[in-house]
């Protein structure tokens, strides 16, 4: 048996990410318990289970955090896109010249299976040292059968050896694979990629509903399939025009609809009747120089909102929690405890993982001890990371003397 004690435990009971401190659910001078991957005991230290003891020093515990938008397995970089960006090219403009996307399919196809895997874990290790037990790894960089079931096998490889947990997620129609028709990489996606994928493993499926990448029709279809196939739905709705993506999410049923910075207010209606989760990434918003997407809108809804990273190499290559979650208060408006109700709870629930992003009795044991007592200090002090301690499944993943001051 583990035990934390002395510890501000922020539990994220509350089921919404109410105003000001609410959705932290604190408990003072709290502990948690846990043995076997699950916690067992919080409340007050005076009366926690004995066992091997971690002191917090009256430090912040939160559950370990989600990270429900990535795209961490790739080859390459993009950086003269980034130049050209800064010069005035937009991102469109850039996919349209030959680079984006495919770009990124090219060279991840040229890489080789070592290379692949040496770089996705290391991703994963500074997400899982920074305090990120839980990582969703979208593919989308292969577009053919057998180099998206590659891609899936690569992010399975390097979540076991980073010790991080990955929930593998199909993104076939991310973009039209060169000398391929519409309708032959559809059929193919929804006929052979889906099936193989969650045969070998894959949680979701996604697709990218835009203007140059696949209408709603195309979406409708690979998800529907995807969904018969027991994979949670995700969308790219509604990031460079108001395509309808939140409402064809809700309208399928999806688990999240992710981007949203230019969705309707009929868009967030259908999203909450549905109970489709908002992903909101305001870094990429900010990497694109976009204008992020608002979490009021949603959250005044009832939408459950959730932070994602975004990570992938074109738009959007910063790797840090505490900027996410800075940026989560300066760019969609959430207080810092709500910006880290939506890296916990609201993003476990993004992905449909009702055992985590909750510090209860029965959930899994995968908790953060940071270097501060207040929530608050991790999107104020943003850029360097916070995480002292990170456990995972009840047992300490990284350990730090101290992470920064
Ligand atoms: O979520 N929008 C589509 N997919 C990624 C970008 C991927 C890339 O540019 O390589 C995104 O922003």
Not at 47 to 64: I, K, M
Not at 182 to 202: D, F, K, S, T
Not at 288 to 303: H, I, Y
Not at 324 to 345: D, E, H, M, N, V
Request: with cysteine; charged share 20%; glycine share 12%.
């Amino acid at each position: 048996m583990l035990v934390v004690k002395n510890a501000r435990v922020a539990t994220m009971t509350s089921a919404q990410a109410l105003p000001g401190d609410g959705p932290l659910g604190f408990i003072e001078d709290g502990a948690v318990a846990m043995e076997n991957e699950r916690i067992v005991y919080v409340g007050p230290s005076s009366g926690a289970p004995a066992g091997e003891t971690l002191d917090a020093g009256g430090r912040l515990v939160t559950p370990g955090l989600v990270d429900p938008h990535t795209h961490l397995v790739f080859a390459g970089d993009r950086a003269h896109e980034y130049a050209q960006r800064i010069a005035g090219a937009s991102y469109l403009e850039i996919a349209r010249a030959g680079g984006g996307i495919r770009s990124t399919v090219r060279a991840t196809r040229a890489a080789s299976d070592e290379e692949l895997i040496e770089c996705a874990t290391k991703r994963l290790r500074r997400m899982l040292a920074s305090g990120v037990t839980t990582v969703e790894v979208k593919t989308g960089y292969g577009l053919t059968v057998a180099d998206e079931l590659r891609m899936l096998r690569i992010a399975q490889q390097a979540g076991a050896a980073a010790g991080c947990e990955v929930v593998p997620t199909l993104l076939g129609l991310h973009a039209l694979p060169e000398g391929l028709s519409r309708e032959a990489w559809i059929r193919q996606v929804c006929e052979e990629l889906l099936p193989a994928a969650a045969h070998a493993g894959a949680r979701g499926c996604d697709a990218f509903c835009e203007e140059g990448a696949f209408t709603r029709d195309e979406c409708s279809r690979a998800l529907s399939a995807g969904q018969a196939l027991g994979l949670a739905a995700h969308l790219h709705a509604d990031q460079l025009s108001d395509s309808g993506g939140a409402a064809l999410a809700a309208s399928l049923g999806c688990a999240s609809a992710d981007h949203l910075e230019r969705t309707s207010t009929a868009g967030i209606a259908a999203m909450a009747s549905a109970g489709t989760a908002a992903v909101l990434l305001p870094l990429a918003a900010w990497f694109l120089r976009d204008t992020p997407a608002g979490a009021k809108p949603f959250l005044d809804a009832g939408v459950t909102v959730a932070l994602g990273s975004n990570l992938n190499p074109g738009s959007q290559r910063m790797e840090s929690v505490s900027l996410l979650l800075g940026a989560g208060c300066l760019f969609c408006g959430l207080t810092p405890a709500q910006s880290l109700w939506a890296c916990t709870r609201g993003a476990a629930r993004a992905l449909g993982l009702d055992d985590r992003g909750v510090l209860e009795p029965g959930r899994r044991a995968d908790l953060v001890l940071w270097d501060c007592k207040d929530a608050a200090h991790l999107p104020y002090h943003a850029g360097v990371e916070h995480a002292l301690t990170v456990i995972a499944r009840g047992i300490v993943v990284a350990n730090r003397e101290s992470a920064c001051n």
